[in-house]
């Protein structure tokens, strides 16, 4: 298989990981992350978000992202508003410890077990991001070196004379 075609394959499976888990946050008491998501929104908002919007807010980011990676729309913007969410993801191991970690030592409550699974998800993220490129075998103009800073300084042109 070819590189694209791997890329491709994660975007969607990215995409229906998405739209499924926002999709289950639009029904109240159907996804099992949504206490956790509320209060993790309570505290990272100082409670100025009512839990009832912050979690329909949330519901349609993710959904929002789902389209993006299934479409493979606004690749970039959407990986970088992913990484984002991953990055609030993991604010619970601050905010909750009691409630991510157990009784023994490195073990992990069911919730901390659904926020570890989301280093796979930063992993599959960072692996289809699309960087942006220098254009390749493209000169440029002449008349644009020539008025470039280190052009001038090299040549020994006045640097304060008017472009």
Known sequence: MGKSIKERMLSI?????????????????????????????????????????????????????????????????????????????FTPLLFFPNDVFGEEPLSLTLVGQYIMKNLIIIAVLVSIYERKTAPTGQEVPSENKKESFPYRFIIGKNLFKKA
């Open 13 to 89: 499976s990215m995409g229906v990981v998405y739209f499924w888990f926002g999709a289950l946050k639009f029904v109240p008491n159907l996804s099992p992350a949504e206490d956790l998501a509320k209060n993790t929104i309570h505290h990272l908002t100082f409670g100025l978000i009512p839990d009832e919007v912050s979690i329909i807010l949330l519901a349609i980011w993710e959904v929002g992202l789902g389209f993006l990676f299934v479409l493979g729309l606004f690749r970039r913007q959407a990986v970088i508003l992913a990484l984002i969410h991953m990055v609030c993801t």
